[in-house]
T-cell receptor
Framework: SAVISQKPSRDICQRGTSLTIQCQVD?????MFWYRQQPGQSLTLIAT?????????ESGFVIDKFPISRPNLTFSTLTVSNMSPEDSSIYLC??????????FGEGSWLTVV | GQNIDQPTEMTATEGAIVQINCTYQ??????LFWYQQHAGEAPTFLSY????GLEEKGRFSSFLSRSKGYSYLLLKELQMKDSASYLC???????????FGGGTRLMVKP
């Protein structure tokens, strides 16, 4: 299976600042996704990261708040902009592999103070 | 859209068998996943079902009935380390993204 690395693994951020999370995969993957998991809740899809074009956002998520880049088939970034305490969550990168398996990175635990 | 239901919490005894149910109502369906998530960790893949029937993997088995919109995860010979949240997720037809249920927190007691 693909090895998915996320940075940072944890961070404490000031209100109003922005943070960029990186996701690096050790092999080329067709599809990459970003999910959010708020405290005590399940996972919610933010967007599909499309290689070479704008990400496809789910309802309730917008590009201005969560800009996403995917310059190639092994790397993507998610930025959480103008953070508020409500953005305190785990942010997870996910990839789809041939063989119908979807894997997650280790997650980035963000706390906004 | 998708509506996915699973029990919030379950408790079982070490060495026993537990079944975690998941029901779904979807506008499209392209398979169902089960993930395990320990506290403070990311979800890890357990199983994937796209056809009706039972898939067995060691102590864990997963069952799917598409006509009933129903799946279950069966854990045998429970161990203390099986205490975790178990997430049911449906893969949509329009892509490979997942819609998750609320998760079932399983507590295994001695």
């Amino acid at each position: 299976s693909a090895v998915i690395s996320q940075k940072p693994s944890r961070d404490i951020c000031q209100r109003g600042t922005s943070l960029t999370i990186q996701c690096q995969v050790d092999s080329q993957v067709t599809m990459m996704f970003w999910y959010r998991q708020q405290p005590g809740q399940s996972l919610t899809l933010i967007a599909t990261a499309n290689q070479g074009s704008e990400a496809t956002y789910e309802s309730g998520f917008v590009i201005d708040k969560f800009p996403i880049s995917r310059p190639n088939l092994t790397f993507s970034t998610l930025t959480v902009s103008n953070m508020s305490p409500e953005d305190s969550s785990i942010y997870l990168c996910s990839v789809w592999e041939q063989g119908n398996t979807i894997y997650f990175g280790e997650g980035s635990w963000l706390t906004v103070v | 859209g998708q509506n996915i239901d699973q029990p919030t919490e379950m408790t079982a005894t070490e060495g026993a068998i537990v079944q975690i149910n998941c029901t779904y109502q979807t506008s499209g369906f392209n398979g169902l996943f089960w993930y395990q998530q320990h506290a403070g960790e990311a979800p890890t893949f357990l199983s994937y079902n796209v056809l009706d029937g039972l898939e067995e993997k060691g102590r864990f088995s997963s069952f799917l009935s598409r006509s009933k919109g129903y799946s279950y995860l069966l854990l045998k010979e429970l161990q203390m380390k099986d205490s975790a949240s178990y997430l049911c997720a449906v893969r949509e037809e329009r892509g490979n993204m997942l819609t998750f249920g609320g998760g079932t927190r399983l507590m295994v007691k001695p």
